[in-house]
């Protein structure tokens, strides 16, 4: 059984009903071993420090879904940028974000742009980390914060050249991948695969985001191990 929150729920309760049968002084012990076990299944939401989301749950616990009308069908997550919303949150788009606890590992998952202005894939942890950001008129880049991002500590460029425009793949399913071990890292966004090196992947990353401005986007099978 996986450890969502009705199978902690059932296991909790299943370790209750056995708690009754023993004698007193070992209720002191079973408390313990409860708060451990709880503890141990909620950490374990987020699996190993990364997580797995089909959005198969509309409700996932460690899922946030902002700045627009999300809506989660078919394993598929999508929302139609709002214009008014857009000027609210200060040209900010709609976005997903999932908490994570990486350094080395493997982001994956599939989007599917539709007049979207611009796409943007970020790991945070203290400020910025890396981003990726694709954007309608062949500016695409991916950058990246040796430090904590500031006004004083730009990002530096990691990669440009070849990395795809929204134009180029509108309409279509495209898959990204991003694998790190240290600081270097190998990067894939459709047809386009690169080599990348920087001192901001060697980062502990805390969070992983997925946000659009105009037009709309579709999301699918997101994966951060």
């Known amino acids: 059984m996986p450890f969502t929150s009705g199978a902690i729920a059932l296991r909790f309760n299943a370790l209750y009903r056995c708690s009754n049968l023993l004698t007193v002084p070992r209720m002191?012990?079973?408390?313990?071993?409860?708060?451990?076990?709880?503890?141990?299944?909620?950490?374990?939401?987020?699996?190993?420090?990364?997580?797995?989301?089909?959005?198969?749950?509309?409700?996932?616990?460690?899922?946030?879904?902002?700045r627009g009308d999300w809506i989660f069908e078919d394993k598929v997550a999508s929302c139609v940028s709002d214009p008014e919303l857009y000027?609210?949150?200060?040209?900010?788009?709609p976005i997903l974000r999932w908490p994570c606890e990486i350094t080395d590992g493997s982001l994956e998952f599939e989007f599917k742009p539709k007049g979207c202005e611009r796409v943007v894939i970020t790991y945070n942890g203290d400020g910025h980390i890396v981003r990726i950001s694709l954007k309608d008129d062949g500016g695409s880049s991916v950058f990246g914060w040796i430090g904590k991002s500031s006004k004083e500590n730009k990002s530096q460029s990691i990669a440009k050249k070849g990395v795809p425009s929204l134009a180029s793949i509108d309409g279509q399913w495209i898959k990204v991948k991003l694998a790190i071990k240290g600081d270097s890292g190998r990067i894939r966004i459709g047809d386009y695969s690169a080599s990348?090196?920087?001192g901001s992947l060697a980062r502990e990353k805390g969070e992983f985001t997925f946000s659009f401005a105009s037009g709309e986007c579709a999301v699918r099978n997101v994966s951060v191990r």
Do not use: C, W
């Open 196 to 198: 990348i090196q920087h």
């Open 87 to 93: 000027i609210e949150f200060l040209n900010h788009g």
């Open 28 to 66: 002191k012990y079973i408390s313990r071993l409860l708060a451990a076990l709880l503890i141990s299944m909620l950490t374990s939401l987020v699996q190993g420090g990364g997580f797995n989301d089909d959005f198969s749950d509309p409700k996932l616990e460690i899922r946030q879904a902002f």
